[in-house]
């Protein structure tokens, strides 16, 4: 990322940033939390969780923005601060769980894409003629050709605007009609669905989509932008993406488990009801938000790439660089595709990914490299305190990652891949 930092950090004011963390934890995802989170952890505990899983993300965002200026130097990427810490295996291996977070994250928004245009065909025609795996495709390429045509990510400017204009329209539209179903509805069943077994095992998964909900793995990348004082105008945006920035995805979280309770679909404008036109804006509301956040979330891997093979110089509308992003990008996206379609279960993936990499970079990471950097400053207790939080994230990552892959096998036994969900 190095030309698009270059490029825009020291210009944003913290309220800046704070509402583009805002928008991003306010992405098409949201859709998804009442049936991957509330189903099945239920009220008390699905309560419980956010409202925890909330406090804990500030605390480990807010330990890593501490440490970007460490040694007398900006660490404007997530490898560079782990590189520094701990040396050039470190900056490797931080860059591998990076991009895998962010793959995973991609996949999971082409899901997102693709059951949004299923949903709009569904209410003109419901013959099952157009399957999932068809919109998931359709879903691919309007991704391939958007980000063929944002050469980087500074070039985004207005679409970042309708970004959260889009935003607006699926969660106003969502929780409206959530209340009014709610409304007229009988009385709905809460209990947490699956035998105990399996019960056990969707708990721990929707442990990792908790702290999967508050979490990128791109502070440092966005932390770079920010004007001086780094760290002080980091943290005021930290605080107001975990108090004022979470209301909209607590309303429309809760909103949808309260109308439809253990029935909440796993998309939540799947469950609601209400006039075409209304759901028909929502859905394509919802499908153009991914789009855009794709690639905000993929540009990382497009700016080390075009970097990598020098194609970030020149015209960006040359044929040497508009070939490479056609090949380039239109075969990552392709990857991320053929996945999505391959196995759309979005519950396991946001699972998954909450376990092999938000766990570590967030979590894990976060706390020891705190301990690492201050070791000298800290009391006995709080290196205690940050080893209890080592050795805890570490045990909820490797049962998460299990919990997942485990989710992920049975739903592909009992819908085979490319399923129509």
């Not at 958007?146 to 329209?169: E, N």
């Amino acid at each position: 990322m190095k030309n698009t930092i270059n490029i825009v950090k020291n210009i944003n004011s913290w309220f800046q940033v704070g509402f583009v963390l805002t928008t991003g934890i306010n992405s098409a995802y949201v859709l998804g939390y009442s049936g991957t989170i509330m189903v099945p952890l239920g009220w008390v505990a699905g309560v419980t969780g956010l409202i925890a899983a909330t406090a804990i993300s500030l605390y480990a965002n807010s330990l890593i923005a501490k440490l970007h200026e460490l040694g007398g130097k900006r660490h404007i990427r997530y490898r560079d601060l782990a590189g520094h810490i701990y040396g050039r295996k470190a900056y490797s291996l931080t860059w591998a769980l990076q991009y895998v977070n962010l793959f995973m994250i991609n996949t999971g928004f082409i899901i997102l894409a693709g059951q949004g245009l299923k949903a709009v065909y569904v209410l003109f025609r419901d013959d099952h003629v157009l399957k999932l795996p068809y919109c998931i495709a359709i879903a691919g390429v309007v991704c391939a050709m958007f980000a063929i045509g944002i050469p980087h990510l500074s070039a985004l400017r207005v679409w970042l605007g309708f970004s959260t204009f889009f935003s607006l329209v699926y969660i106003v539209i969502a929780f409206a009609l959530s209340l009014k179903d709610g409304l007229e509805a009988p009385s709905r069943e809460y209990s947490i669905p699956g035998s105990k077994t399996s019960r056990i095992f969707t708990t721990i998964g929707a442990a990792a989509n908790l702290v999967f909900a508050f979490n990128t793995g791109m502070l440092p990348e966005i932390q770079a932008t920010v004007r001086q004082p780094v760290v002080e105008n980091m943290l005021k945006a930290l605080y107001f993406q975990f108090t004022a920035g979470v209301l909209p995805m607590y309303a429309v979280t809760f909103m949808g488990y309260w109308a439809y309770g253990s029935s909440t679909s796993t998309y939540l404008l799947n469950s609601v009801q209400g006039p075409v036109w209304v759901k028909t804006m929502a859905n394509v509301a919802a499908f153009l938000q991914t789009v855009i956040a794709l690639h905000i979330f993929a540009s990382p891997m497009y700016e080390y790439l075009d970097t990598r093979y020098d194609r970030s110089k020149g015209s960006a509308l040359s044929f040497h660089n508009l070939s490479f992003r056609i090949m380039v990008r239109g075969g990552y996206l392709t990857i991320n595709t053929l996945v999505a379609a391959a196995l759309p279960f979005l519950g396991d993936f946001m699972s998954l990914t909450g376990a092999i990499s938000t766990f570590p970079l967030t979590f894990i990471l976060a706390n020891h490299m705190y301990l690492v950097a201050k070791k000298n400053k800290l009391s006995s207790s709080q290196k205690l305190w940050h080893w209890v939080n080592v050795c805890f994230f570490g045990f909820m990552s490797v049962a998460a990652a299990v919990a997942a892959l485990r989710l992920i096998i049975v739903d592909s036994r009992t819908y085979n891949l490319f399923a129509d969900i």
